[in-house]
């Protein structure tokens, strides 16, 4: 599925590729992979459960999105966060992210990323 997912990216004009694992009531899973800086996030409903499978990522929580834009309903993307607090992945790390908290991943100067993502519903 991982090679699946690196042709998404490529062909993605933000460097990532996800297939839908799972759908249920209160939540859905995805396996992501990542070949670039991602953008910054901001869900309003929604828990993320970041489960890293392989590669290494800074990931930015908190802080503001200059310039953030509401790409779909309860859900803004922007071009970076100013601020947050930084934090070190690398495969085998798990790390929760609260609803209307901004975050980013980037990749460090790595190539690849890959996590597994819960996504809580309800919030």
Known sequence: MTQALAGKAAS???HSGTQRLGDFTNEYFLLAHREADGQAEWHENEVDVFIVQSGS???IV???MPGAETVSPHEKRGASIQGGVRQKLSAGDIVRIPTRTSHQLLLDGGHEFTYFVVKVKGY
Do not use: R, S
Request: net charge negative.
């Open 12 to 14: 993605d004009p933000h």
């Open 57 to 59: 990522a800074t990931l």
């Open 62 to 64: 908190g802080g503001t």
